[in-house]
């Protein structure tokens, strides 16, 4: 998710993706989970599969590893299936919400994994398909379901809900400051007629919007189609369940990456990985009380940008922030050892450098 990766194609009895683009980060992923994955068969939880540029260089550079992929959208598992068709027999690629991984890792067996990846936000397939109503930018049904088989579309978002909902929706999944001026304009326009387009949202978007704000900060209607897209598939809620899910799975020396593109996703994904890393003990206490102990230890320090190089060659990884944390062997079990001053700071660790 993130960096364009084309449609695949078929040449042959071949797979290939015509003009792929590097997947976002991908070297720093793959040595950021290096160090969690040298055991004789370890397992490895990608929780956004996508298109499967990450799981495919992960199967690549570690021949005893065990996939489990995780997806909502059909079309992503299929094509990621094609794509990771020579790995079948250690790849588990499972139609599902992020959210459901510790149903899925009983379903299969596994008590503890040794890495996981979250690539959060919407893919290429899903973006650059027409169709999928993803895109302020081209027209199409207002749909923006990552899963077509279920769940409310963007169009009945925008119809049926409540004006008071409706702007708290942009406002606190957009930080829409013209939410208010925005449904007002969209209850207007539905009570003549049903919003079914992207080209007509948008517009009523831009329309709103006063000019000198229009000037600034790219399409007007990058907020509320955001806003929509995370309200339609829950996305918040999915990740707010499923790190700790990862985090509780992760066997200790286990690796946790997780790449956020907007400010709501890194917000709670450094929340997450705060609190794990410090004690939960009294902070006055010279010994840390078993039990109290951090189970985490953040292996980068706060949130890595992606590369100059890498945000030329692909723009849409511009906004990419890295995090990623270590289960500490022992960490929770707690050993009354003493405390360091730095042991007792939010966060405290030694973060790798980034190289």
């Not at 003549?192 to 080209?199: L, Q």
Request: aromatic content about 4%; proline content about 6%.
């Amino acid at each position: 998710m993130g960096v364009p990766e084309p449609e695949l194609v078929a040449e042959g009895r071949e797979w290939q993706a015509r003009g792929t683009h590097v997947p976002v980060m991908l070297e720093r992923c793959l040595s950021l989970l290096a160090p969690a994955l040298t055991g004789d068969a370890p397992v490895y939880v990608d929780t956004t599969l996508g298109l499967g540029g990450h799981a495919e260089a992960i199967l690549t550079a570690n021949p005893r590893l065990t996939l489990i992929g995780l997806d909502r959208d059909t079309e992503a598992l299929e094509h990621s299936r094609r794509r990771l068709d020579r790995f079948a027999d250690r790849t588990h690629l499972v139609h599902a919400v992020s959210s459901e991984l510790p149903d899925v890792l009983e379903r299969l067996g596994h008590e503890q994994i040794d890495g996981a990846l979250f690539d959060l936000g919407v893919s290429s397939l899903q973006l650059d398909a027409p169709d999928r109503g993803f895109a302020y930018a081209q027209d199409a049904r207002l749909d923006m379901r990552m899963d077509q088989s279920r769940g409310v579309t963007a169009e009945d978002v925008v119809n049926d809900y409540e004006p008071g909902a409706l702007v708290r929706v942009l406002r606190v999944y957009g930080e829409e400051k013209f939410a208010t001026r925005i449904v007002s304009a969209i209850v207007r326009e539905r009570g003549r007629s049903r919003i079914t387009s992207t080209a007509r949202l948008a517009e009523l978007v831009r329309d709103s919007i006063p000019a000198p704000a229009r000037r600034t900060g790219g399409n007007p209607a990058k907020r509320t189609f955001q806003a929509l897209r995370i309200e339609v598939n829950g996305e918040l809620a999915a990740l707010e369940a499923a790190l700790p899910a990862a985090l509780d799975a992760l066997a200790p020396g286990g690796r946790v990456v997780v790449m956020s593109y907007q400010s709501l996703e890194d917000r709670i994904v450094k929340q997450a990985l705060a609190a794990r890393a410090r004690s939960t003990g009294p902070i006055d206490l010279p010994v840390e009380l078993p039990g109290t102990g951090p189970t985490l230890r953040l292996i980068t320090r706060g949130a890595e940008p992606p590369t100059e190089e890498e945000v030329a060659e692909n723009p849409r990884a511009a906004s990419v922030k890295l995090r990623a944390a270590e289960r500490i062997a022992g960490g929770d079990a707690g050993t009354g050892r003493v405390r360091s001053r730095k042991s007792r700071r939010p966060g405290a660790g030694a973060p790798e450098s980034s190289e």
